[in-house]
């Protein structure tokens, strides 16, 4: 099965530009995730999507920070404006089910640099 | 809310000898455990799980874990460690929000096998 796809790969901005970032899950897998892993540290999630609806974004700071999967499908994540500590590669996931016994399909990432 | 630590940020092993990668986990209930690598510039892989059953768990690659409920702990392991899984390795605790499943990683070990 083709695996998370992620783009761009890498993507580099001026602080208070904006940008977005696109996924396309694992056909038939309900459930995205986005997770920011900043250098040196583990991925922290920034939202979570049960098909097209939003399940947790506690962590999202939505003051500058969208996300959206308008037909339960592909998602984008979107930053504006852009500040230095966003600088991070943008992780996004998906998986089949809800109840957390399988593993995560990751995608390859969009390294984000902030200048 | 659950956690995990990963007390080291680097391990070094010599090709040939096993190796060790410890992590220990915060969780209320039944823990699911998962354990995933990361070489560079690419996504988060898959290596394995701890669901129920057999505390030593067997994944991908030569790699299995052990579970010690008592301690804790999740602790990654291999026989004899190869030059090639150098890489950055990931444990994470599976926490429910609200029905859902979201998984809390670690901050990372780096692992260096030296020829």
């Known amino acids: 099965e083709a695996g998370v796809a992620q783009s761009p790969r890498y993507k580099i901005i001026e602080k208070r530009q904006s940008v977005a970032f696109w996924c396309n899950p694992i056909s038939g897998h309900a459930t995205l995730y986005w997770y920011q892993q900043i250098l040196g540290q583990g991925p922290k999630l920034l939202i979570q999507f049960q098909n097209n609806g939003v399940v947790d974004d506690s962590q999202l700071p939505k003051d500058r920070f969208s996300a959206e999967r308008l037909k339960g499908v592909d998602s984008t994540l979107k930053i504006q404006p852009a500040k230095l500590e966003d600088s991070a590669v943008y992780l996004c996931?998906?998986?089949w089910g809800t109840g957390g016994e399988d593993g995560y399909t990751f995608g390859s990432g969009t390294r984000l640099t902030v200048v | 809310a659950q956690s995990v630590a990963q007390p080291e940020d680097q391990v070094n092993v010599a090709e040939g000898n096993p190796l060790t990668v410890k992590c220990t986990y915060s969780?209320?209930?039944?823990?699911?455990l998962f354990w995933y690598v990361q070489y560079p510039n690419r996504g988060l892989q898959f290596l394995l799980k701890y669901i129920t059953g057999d505390n030593l768990v067997k994944g991908s690659y030569g790699f299995e874990a052990e579970f010690n409920k008592s301690q804790t702990s999740f602790h990654l392991k291999k026989p004899s460690a190869l030059v090639s899984d150098s890489a950055l390795y990931f444990c994470?605790?599976?926490?429910?929000?609200?029905?859902?499943?979201?998984?809390?990683f670690g901050k990372g070990t780096m692992l260096l096998v030296s020829p």
């Open positions: 994470a605790v599976r926490g429910m929000n609200s029905g859902y499943s979201t998984l809390t």
């Open positions: 996931a998906s998986r």
């Open positions: 969780v209320s209930g039944n823990p699911y």
